[in-house]
């Protein structure tokens, strides 16, 4: 019953974004759509190992990266379709997720968002090298005439769309089995899960593979967005902030946090982008950070619960 | 209870967060509707990595729109014009200027400064058929050949090669010929460009390439390669480079004595006011690409004007004080489309870009005329060397003869002081 | 075909380097090694001390160093300020790591765009009598640029050990994060120990941007390059040992060297993290570890 009402939100999401698509309203609202929900797929993918499991991933540009530069790759080398690169550009970013699985098993906490920050770096550092991608020079992609819709705005839309709806319906999947409430075991107490016979390994690397496979679905179509992509773009140290923000505003527990936060916080990035467009841009991201934490501890979800629990 | 409370809150998120951005757009258009002025819309690096240049870019272009509304606008309309920030972030261009097109309407775009954030506009403008006046870009057009797109970095028509090609020259010209060469650029999109234009002159030129290398762009110390490039003992060192990066360099060459007989070529920086005057004498004798100088022969109409009143406004606003390198191009990129708009009486697209195509604009930094691809038919990268400065005074960087232009033949102040050596006494 | 002579420079070179690593590293080791503050504007307030050794420099002409050492208090005052916030917010409620984490982004934010106002985003640079010169000794050249920060650095890794080891405060701070209670039994109150430490971990960090600008040129976003580094060194050379902090600096710094010299300055920075991470891999407490 919970999942197939569940499964019609989303269907229902889906079919507004193809409302919204076909209507054809202002073309900007479709790009900034796409980076509002790029962000909901993102903090959700983050959450699943940052919330659930309460392993803070520090490299989210890294996966993100990957998704984008397999998709470069794959363009480069076969011409490849869209679906083919999000797919190859999520199972990539899995691959390296399953790694940082692995290395949960040593690090534990700060020290492995350092771990994932340094796995950042040098990845940053092979793509910059790899001149196949475009290298430190960046890759300029020829967009096709695009199949099927109006405009790459309203298909690019349309997919995100589609993907944020896949992405959030997973992780409340995940949220509500028997390996949500193991994360959450997990996270409380490492050692007392494990003792407890919850399979503590298997279950870290389910959530670092599958967080890692979603942060590469939200990169791989962004070489069709910007159409030219180079590292210290792809690698912009903004998707680690706004991937650990978003959870953080939204609320790390359950997977609605994530998916306000992405809203909010992605829809006022876009909307101070073009309306105040300066300095006080970051400013305002800074004091938001530093308020929400301050003032709202438990995120937005956190607060609603509270206000109502009186 | 719970879970009626957490299926209907995701509806209401959406629908609100889809409702604000209709507002949001059905405000701009309710603006647009509400005057008549010709607007002109562009994103412009106001944060983040190249703000530096971004800022003082906006400011040029603003006095261009205060000098052109003051004559009574163009086509007897005035002008307007609508900036945003586009953090020096390629993933908000897309974003940016369909919310400029769409939602303020405006008439023209110009692109924001810098190669990475101009290549993200290009597919937009091609879609809807845009004219786009670039600035600053490199070799952006190389893969669209889009007919409409218009550049006014003097590079040239081959922009990787053209960009070196005065530092070979003048090179090869000295006599004994220098024979071997070093290059080293940084990890990065303009360096690369560069590095990869001096490798084919120096076939060309029939130099030795002895040391060929790139640096991450976040390198904090940078004796080890200026002592790894002068082990090899290199006639020349040519660097691409950005600003902090351009100073390492040149400080690590000082303090290790790499003393070639040529230094310089590609590196950003060192035409800031603020890079000038902290680095002071350790500048004479490097030769190095430019744009413009405070020589006689770099003295055109109009481009005096400019800068006294760049330099008043310079002031309060906190950028580079005499802005000799970047707001005289960003000017002259609108001053030509506003010449294009008069000359076609005409707001078609289309129509001003047949225009800009087919004629010479006569500007503040001289007579330009564009050729394949966009960018100028003819190459004007100058080669400039420092020479006789002395302490770190910033007046001294206002008169001739610290900056001298060595290149091109018909803009030359003054004769290379080589080698390298000589010029630093 | 390696020259010795190359490689002699370079590892001297290195260690200068290092010697600088050190200088901004040791306070992350200090509030995040021994106070688990994990301060990731640490090299925001670099920066910002940076810009105020700019600001003396260029106004009065003063040294960049010396006017490091002489905004110590001032820096120390408003660290000690920002961990009064930090312990309001959420240490006393007990869940620092993950919120601390977002509010010192926002703080990093905020110092940014604080610069960014005030003095616009051009490259500052200062001047010193020392910059652009070097000395030779026995075919190793040194240049002043980069001994002056190195020596202030090991100078304070000095004054540090030496405070950690031989003053109550210091061997308080040291004790801070293992046993509370004894702490105060001993008639120490934990808090006011740990705003003592975070005061002297942004001061460290001023003195350090000091040294920054004096080697390199600085803007506002200058910081984001070095927050992966700080982190690194402090990772690498064991949470909380000074010494280890010094060794793992070298270690970084000799390598970064190492590589530009003889490979290719193109890899230094991957072979740097390529190092934390088998260190974290193979021993994740770090070479000095507790």
Redesign the interface.
């Known amino acids: 019953m919970?999942t197939r009402?569940?499964l019609a939100?989303g269907v229902?999401?889906i079919g507004?974004g193809l409302a919204?698509a076909g209507l054809g309203?202002?073309?900007?609202?479709?790009?900034?759509?796409y980076?509002?929900l790029q962000y909901v797929v993102i903090a959700t993918a983050w959450n699943v190992l940052?919330g659930y499991a309460g392993y803070?991933n520090f490299g989210t540009p890294a996966f993100f990266a990957l998704g984008a530069y397999t998709s470069i790759f794959l363009i480069e080398a076969l011409r490849a379709p869209l679906p083919v690169l999000i797919l190859s550009g999520g199972l990539v970013a899995a691959l390296l997720g399953l790694g940082i699985g692995y290395?949960t098993l040593?690090?534990k906490?700060?020290?492995f968002?350092?771990?994932t920050?340094?796995?950042s770096?040098?990845l940053q550092?092979?793509i910059?090298?790899w001149e196949y991608v475009g290298?430190?020079?960046?890759y300029?992609l020829?967009?096709p005439p695009v199949p099927f819709f109006r405009?790459?705005?309203v298909l690019l839309f349309t997919l995100m769309v589609a993907l944020a709806v896949v992405t959030?319906l997973v992780a409340r999947t995940i949220e509500r089995s028997w390996i949500g409430r193991g994360l959450a075991a997990l996270r409380d107490d490492e050692d007392a899960a494990e003792c407890m016979g919850v399979p503590t390994l298997r279950l870290k690397l389910f959530a670092t593979t599958l967080s890692g496979f979603f942060l590469g679905v939200a990169g791989a179509p962004?070489p069709y967005?910007?159409?030219?992509?180079?590292p210290?773009?792809a690698f912009?140290?903004?998707y680690a902030?706004n991937a650990?923000?978003m959870p953080?505003i939204g609320g790390?527990t359950?997977w609605?946090g994530p998916?306000?936060g992405a809203?909010l916080l992605g829809?006022a990035q876009?909307?101070a982008?073009?309306t105040i467009?300066?300095?006080?841009?970051?400013?305002i991201?800074?004091?938001?950070?530093?308020l929400?934490?301050?003032l709202a501890?438990e995120g937005l979800t956190g607060l609603v619960r509270k206000l109502r629990r009186r | 209870m719970m879970?009626l409370r957490?299926?209907t809150?995701?509806?209401w998120?959406?629908v609100?967060?889809?409702a604000?951005?209709?507002v949001?757009?059905g405000a701009?258009?309710l603006v647009a509707r509400a005057a008549d002025p010709i607007r002109i819309g562009l994103g412009m690096a106001?944060?983040g990595?190249l703000s530096a240049n971004g800022k003082p870019a906006l400011m040029a272009i603003r006095i261009w729109k205060d000098d052109v509304n003051k004559k009574g606008g163009l086509l007897g309309r005035p002008v307007e014009l609508i900036?945003?920030?586009d953090?020096t972030?390629?993933?908000?261009?897309?974003?940016?200027y369909?919310?400029l097109?769409?939602?303020d309407k405006v008439d023209f775009v110009v692109s924001g400064y810098g190669?990475?954030l101009i290549?993200?506009l290009?597919?937009i403008a091609m879609?809807r058929k845009l004219t786009i006046m670039g600035i600053l870009g490199l070799a952006n057009n190389e893969?669209?050949k889009y007919p409409n797109y218009f550049q006014i970095q003097p590079s040239g028509p081959d922009p990787e090669a053209n960009w070196a090609t005065g530092f070979f020259e003048i090179a090869a010209r000295q006599n004994p010929k220098p024979q071997t060469i070093a290059l080293i650029g940084?990890?990065?999109?303009y360096?690369?460009?560069a590095i990869a234009g001096a490798r084919e002159l120096v076939k060309k030129f029939g130099f030795t390439a002895v040391y060929d290398k790139?640096y991450?762009p976040s390198t904090v110390d940078y004796t080890p390669i200026a002592r790894a490039i002068k082990a090899v003992n290199p006639d020349i060192v040519f660097v691409a480079s950005y600003p902090p990066d351009s100073v390492g360099m040149v400080r690590a060459a000082a303090e290790v004595g790499l003393q070639p007989k040529i230094f310089g070529g590609g590196m950003v920086g060192l035409q800031f006011t603020t890079v000038m005057t902290s680095l002071g004498p350790m500048l004479n004798g490097i030769v190095n690409y430019d744009f413009w100088a405070p020589e006689a022969t770099m003295m055109f109409p109009g481009i005096k004007e400019f800068f006294a009143e760049y330099q008043k406004r310079a002031k309060e606003g906190g950028v580079d004080p005499l802005g000799y390198y970047l707001p005289p191009y960003a000017y002259s990129a609108v001053q030509i489309l506003g010449l294009a708009i008069e000359g076609s009486k005409s707001l078609d697209q289309q129509k001003v870009a047949d225009y800009i195509r087919s004629n010479e604009f006569s500007t503040i930094v001289g007579k330009v005329r564009f050729g394949a691809n966009g960018e100028w038919a003819k190459s004007r990268v100058l080669q400039v060397q420092y020479q006789g400065i002395k302490g770190t005074d910033v007046e001294q960087f206002r008169v001739p003869g610290k900056k001298v232009v060595l290149y091109p033949e018909e803009f030359k102040s003054g004769n290379v002081i080589y080698p390298y050596s000589a010029a630093q006494k | 075909m390696i020259s010795w002579d190359l490689v002699a420079n370079a590892v001297v070179a290195g260690i200068l380097l290092g010697g600088f690593y050190a200088a901004v590293s040791l306070g992350v080791s200090l509030t995040?090694g021994l106070l688990d503050v994990?301060n990731i504007a640490h090299p925001a307030f670099v920066i910002l001390g940076a810009y105020a050794a700019y600001m003396m420099n260029s106004t009065l002409g003063l040294d960049p160093i010396l006017t490091g050492v002489l905004f110590t208090p001032l820096f120390y005052a408003i660290g000690a300020g920002v961990y009064r916030?930090y312990y309001a917010?959420?240490e006393r409620?007990g869940?620092e790591?993950?919120?601390?984490?977002?509010?010192f982004?926002?703080?990093?934010?905020?110092i940014?765009?604080?610069l960014?106002?005030t003095y616009g985003v051009d490259y500052r640079l200062v001047e010193a009598v020392y910059i652009g010169k070097s000395i030779e000794l026995g075919g190793i050249g040194i240049a002043f640029r980069l001994l002056v920060p190195c020596v202030v650095g090991l100078l304070m890794t000095l004054a540090l050990y030496l405070f950690l080891s031989r003053t109550f405060y210091g061997r308080a701070v040291m004790g801070v994060s293992q046993d509370q209670v004894a702490l105060r039994l001993m008639g120490a109150d934990p808090v006011r120990i740990k705003t003592i430490a975070f005061g002297i971990g942004i001061a460290a960090a001023s003195l350090s941007g000091a040294l920054l600008i004096t080697i390199a040129p600085v803007v506002p976003s200058t910081d984001?390059d070095y927050?992966?580094r700080v982190?690194?060194i402090a990772?690498l050379g064991g949470l909380g040992s000074i010494g280890g902090t010094l060794v793992a600096s070298i270690i970084l710094g000799v390598a970064e060297s190492l590589m530009a010299t003889l490979f290719g300055p193109?890899?230094s920075?991957?072979v740097s993290?390529?190092i934390?991470?088998l260190a974290?891999?193979v021993r994740?407490a770090g070479l000095f570890g507790r």
Do not use: C
């Open positions: 919970k009402g569940a939100v229902a999401v507004l919204l309203v202002n073309p900007y609202v479709y790009f900034a759509g980076v509002v940052g803070v290395l040593r690090l906490g700060v020290f968002s350092i771990a920050f340094a796995l770096v040098v550092t092979l910059i090298n290298g430190a020079k960046g300029t020829i967009r405009s790459w705005g959030v962004f967005y910007v159409t030219y992509v180079e210290s773009s912009d140290l903004n902030v650990l923000a953080m790390t359950t609605l998916v306000i809203v829809t876009q909307v982008t073009v467009s300066s300095e006080l841009n970051l400013l991201v800074g004091v938001v950070l530093v929400f934490v301050v501890p | 879970r957490t299926s809150l995701p509806g998120a959406l609100g967060a889809v604000g951005t209709l949001l757009a701009g258009v106001l944060t990595g900036s945003y920030d953090q972030n390629p993933a908000t261009v897309p974003g940016i369909t919310k097109l769409d939602v190669t990475n290549a993200p290009m597919p879609e893969k669209y940084a990890d990065a999109e360096p690369r460009h790139s991450p | 995040f994990v916030i917010s959420f409620r869940e790591s993950l919120r601390g984490l977002v509010f982004f926002g703080v990093l934010f905020i940014e765009v604080a960014s106002l984001r927050i992966g982190f690194a990772v193109s890899w920075l991957a993290f390529g934390l991470l974290l891999a994740p």
